[in-house]
């Protein structure tokens, strides 16, 4: 098998969802894959690529506009190639209570499954930086469970990238029939 060429294209507001990025792209980097790693809107489209690995932060329960633009804009050349999704939350959806509310998030993302039927779509903690909560959110957060601070679990991300890994090195012929539904 030859290296796969990977476009891991994100979009971001606080960082957290490029660090998720850049480990992902390291470790396929590891695998021996080629990789680049571009921020939306600058990424470029998918034409050039094998596969892609498509992220967003979740805000208002949602993809950030610019990750459903450009869905909207390649759509026809995304479904045509190897596509992973992933999600950034603030908690992720390990966390019982938490877990429930991250899964229902976003609220687009079932059409993006229906529209690009990725291999697979993952939902990741990320950072919650306790100055952009007002108290009495933090509050709540600490009663129900959540936790201020970096949430992203590493092991988790460098699992899934070398799933990814993995799953680039399959044939068209072992791939799956349909594709997963979110897990973690």
């Known amino acids: 098998m030859h290296p796969a060429r990977v476009l891991?294209?994100?979009?971001?507001?606080?960082?957290?969802t490029a660090?998720?990025?850049g480990s992902?792209?390291?470790?396929?980097?590891?695998h021996g894959h080629a990789v680049d790693r571009h921020e939306l809107p600058d990424a470029p489209g998918p034409?050039?690529?094998?596969?892609?690995?498509?992220g967003s932060p979740v805000f208002d329960g949602r993809w950030m506009p610019e990750a459903q633009a450009y869905?909207?804009?390649h759509g026809a050349a995304l479904r045509t190639r190897q596509v992973w999704l992933f999600s950034v939350g603030t908690f992720g959806d390990t966390k019982r209570l938490l877990g429930s509310l991250a899964r229902r998030e976003p609220r687009n993302i079932?059409?993006?499954?229906?529209?690009?039927?990725?291999?697979?779509?993952?939902?990741?903690?990320?950072?919650?930086?306790p100055a952009a909560w007002p108290w009495?959110?933090?509050?709540?957060?600490?009663?129900?469970?959540g936790r201020l601070g970096d949430n992203r679990d590493w092991e988790v991300i460098d699992a899934w990238a070398a799933e990814i890994a993995r799953g680039l090195q399959m044939t068209q012929s072992e791939l799956p029939l349909h594709p997963p539904r979110a897990s973690v």
Request: net charge positive.
């Open 71 to 73: 869905v909207e804009q």
């Open 136 to 145: 009495w959110s933090r509050m709540l957060l600490r009663g129900i469970g």
């Open 24 to 30: 992902i792209a390291a470790r396929l980097r590891e």
């Open 8 to 16: 891991v294209a994100y979009c971001t507001r606080s960082g957290s």
């Open 47 to 54: 034409h050039d690529y094998d596969a892609i690995v498509l």
């Open 19 to 21: 660090g998720v990025a």
């Open 110 to 129: 079932d059409a993006l499954l229906t529209a690009l039927r990725p291999r697979d779509y993952r939902v990741f903690a990320g950072a919650i930086d």
